[in-house]
Each structure stands twice: as C-alpha cells, then as structure tokens.
Nanobody, 117 residues
C-alpha cells in the first residue's frame, strides 16, 4: 500500500502562487509515475502534470508555462508549483502514484485550491 498526503492548498487571489506538496509513505518501491490531477466544481477529474521515475514530465496544455511539477526522491515528496493562478484553476487537487507493472493506482485525499478575489 501507498499513502499519499497532500498539503499546501488554500485561497489565493488571481495572479498569485501556491505550492502543493504530496508526501508518500508505505511501499514506494515500484512506483514509476507520480502526478497531480484536479477536479473543478461540477466537472470530471483531469490531468495537471505527471513525472516519471526516469524524470520525464508531461503537462496539461492549460497549465503549461504556469505550473511546475518536481520530485524530491530522498523525502518521497512530489511538488506542484503553481504561478499566475486563474479562477479556472479552482479545483480539488489530487496526488497520484502508479505502479505500472501491477496496474495499481493510488490517490491522496485531495486539497482544495480556490482562486478568487
């Protein structure tokens, strides 16, 4: 089992910044993809960014240039640095981990990000 705990969400004004953290614990071995997803109000969960064990990174088109995903392997933590936030970034943000060879997915409980003046 893998436990994921997100932190860092909150209320921010348009144009502001937030840094989300995802602390992983448990059986981390074999996890090869880490990511962040979000679920805006009334909509389905969508991809924000992913980073593989090898360091390959993928971003949703809507966040490119404003959001950066990174990983601290020593601390088993994944970060999401969000800048120039917009109202449409308002969502619950979820941390995700995948062990591909077992087709297992793990999710955090989510952290709310609200962008509003």
């Amino acid at each position: 089992q893998v436990q994921l705990v997100e932190s860092g969400g909150g209320l921010v004004q348009p144009g502001g910044s937030l840094r989300l953290s995802c602390a992983a614990s448990g059986t981390i071995f074999g996890i090869d993809i880490w990511g962040w997803y979000r679920q805006p109000p009334g909509r389905q969960r969508e991809l924000v960014a992913t980073i593989t064990k090898a360091g390959s990174i993928n971003y949703a088109e809507s966040v490119k240039g404003r959001i950066t995903i990174s990983r601290d392997n020593a601390k088993n933590t994944v970060f999401l640095e969000m800048n120039r936030l917009k109202a449409e970034d308002t969502a619950v943000y979820y941390c995700h981990a995948r062990r591909s060879y077992q087709e297992l997915d793990y999710w955090g409980q989510g952290t709310q990000v609200t962008v509003s003046s």
